[in-house]
T-cell receptor, first 114, second 114 residues
Framework: DAGVTQSPTHLIKTRGQQVTLRCSPK?????VSWYQQALGQGPQFIFQ???????QRGNFPDRFSGHQFPNYSSELNVNALLLGDSALYLC?????????????FGSGTRLTVV | AQKITQTQPGMFVQEKEAVTLDCTYDTSDQSYGLFWYKQPSSGEMIFLIY??????QNATEGRYSLNFQKARKSANLVISASQLGDSAMYFCAIYGGATNKLIFGTGTLLAVQP
């Protein structure tokens, strides 16, 4: 049973550029949540997608946007990259929006902004 | 607002010994869930154990147990018989209330010494 798959695993971008990260949820899951984990910190919630809509959003600027596709996979887009956007971006999938117990995390995408 | 506090940035333990990782939480919700995750250097967040706020008994999962003291708002993780493979970051998290997200602490880096 495939778990959560994220791509790419590593990425280096220049300030001001745009980046797209991808996530395929665990088989049977329909909800995707994105988290940002800065170095030495715990993950911070960015937003959650369910039924192709953003259901909840954390304290992140509009430069962070997302999308969910009919097959439940999701993308995270970050525009006008800043040095402070350098972090590990984690995707978590679940069945339904209120199943914190059922979260499955991917291994993340390490984004470095130079 | 919910908050998790982990006061131990790093811990050392000898192989085969038990270790306790501290976690205190703050929430105004009556119903919530407490989680512990392990994050090895690969980046993936691995679910270890869950405790519901209404569970009267402490949760156990193999070598992991959660020492839940509701009145003190404490949810410490106990790892018995530590193994070298237990060396990793450990995060305590809370989920509940009106939010569909996990709130993480800053983590504890555990090093198991032979």
């Amino acid at each position: 049973d495939a778990g959560v798959t994220q791509s790419p695993t590593h990425l280096i971008k220049t300030r001001g550029q745009q980046v797209t990260l991808r996530c395929s949820p665990k088989s049977g899951h329909d909800t995707v949540s994105w988290y940002q984990q800065a170095l030495g910190q715990g993950p911070q919630f960015i937003f959650q997608y369910y039924e192709e809509e953003e259901r909840q959003r954390g304290n992140f600027p509009d430069r962070f946007s997302g999308h969910q596709f009919p097959n439940y996979s999701s993308e995270l887009n970050v525009n006008a990259l800043l040095l402070g956007d350098s972090a590990l971006y984690l995707c978590a999938s679940s069945l339904g929006t209120r199943t914190g117990y059922g979260y499955t995390f991917g291994s993340g995408t390490r984004l470095t902004v130079v | 607002a919910q908050k998790i506090t982990q006061t131990q940035p790093g811990m050392f333990v000898q192989e085969k010994e038990a270790v306790t990782l501290d976690c205190t939480y703050d929430t105004s919700d009556q119903s919530y869930g407490l989680f512990w995750y392990k994050q090895p250097s690969s980046g993936e967040m691995i679910f270890l154990i869950y405790q519901g706020s209404y569970d009267e008994q402490n949760a156990t999962e193999g070598r992991y147990s959660l020492n839940f003291q509701k009145a003190r708002k404490s949810a410490n993780l106990v790892i018995s018989a530590s193994q070298l493979g237990d060396s990793a970051m450990y995060f305590c998290a809370i989920y509940g209330g009106a939010t569909n997200k996990l709130i993480f602490g800053t983590g504890t880096l555990l090093a198991v010494q032979p």
